[in-house]
């Protein structure tokens, strides 16, 4: 079957650094998103890897090894309203989103 | 770019009667929407995926019958929950792939809340 595994929670100090992992086992990959969400609202997109590496954008970076089918999304300089659930989704060989169930990211002063 | 609406934002209605949930594309043409809902403290879940002119694919478990979906034009397609229940209660994301460009990309609506009394 297709899985992805993300932690549940987390809890970090704002102002300081947190890595969200995500692994993945798919029928095929054709890339990773990682998506933002607050709750009561839709996701918004942060990221997308397709190739190894890591992809960086301000505060965010998200890093990829498809050999190790594994993701993380770094997020620098925390703020109060980074908190938000982060969902890792990865595209198959179909074309087809799976989704992780979510990181919940708690920020605290 | 890449704005995607849905309509209404909140709707809460009785028993037993439908519901019509709209979402747009509005500045680009979308191939392929996706109809997600999402209980809370749950990941998104999809429901089905509808392209332009054809019947929509419904995931394994999703009733196509009490969910209608309808992808008239590139730029509108809609839900309709089919004789509501509190069970179907629940935020309902709808998400547009662009005609053209990258298939993988998605743009999500706003969501719609929807309570079932």
């Known amino acids: 079957g297709q899985n992805i595994d993300q932690p549940t929670e987390m809890t970090a100090t704002e102002g300081a650094i947190v890595q969200i992992n995500c692994t993945y086992q798919t029928s095929g990959f054709n890339g990773l998103f990682w998506y933002q969400q607050h709750a009561g609202e839709a996701p918004t997109f942060l990221s997308y890897?397709?190739l190894d590496g890591l992809e960086e954008k301000g505060r965010f970076s998200s890093f990829l090894s498809r050999s190790k089918g594994y993701s993380y999304l770094l997020l620098k300089e925390l703020q109060m309203k980074d908190s938000a659930s982060y969902l890792c989704?990865?595209?198959?060989?179909?074309?087809?989103?799976?989704w992780g169930a979510g990181t919940k990211l708690i920020i605290k002063p | 770019g890449a704005v995607v609406s849905q309509h209404p934002s909140r709707v809460i209605c009785k028993s037993g009667t439908s519901v019509k949930i709209e979402c747009r594309s509005l500045d680009f043409q979308a191939t392929t929407m996706f109809w997600y809902r999402q209980f809370p403290k749950q990941s998104l879940m999809l429901m089905a995926t509808s392209n332009e002119g054809s019947k929509a694919t419904y995931e394994q478990g999703v009733e196509k019958d009490k969910f209608l979906i309808n992808h008239a034009s590139l730029t509108l397609s809609t839900l309709t929950v089919t004789s509501a229940h509190p069970e179907d209660s629940s935020f309902y994301i709808c998400s547009a792939s662009p005609v053209s460009g990258d298939y993988n990309e998605q743009f999500f609506g706003p969501g719609t809340r929807l309570t079932v009394l």
């Open positions: 890897n397709v």
């Open positions: 989704a990865v595209t198959d060989s179909n074309y087809q989103l799976i």
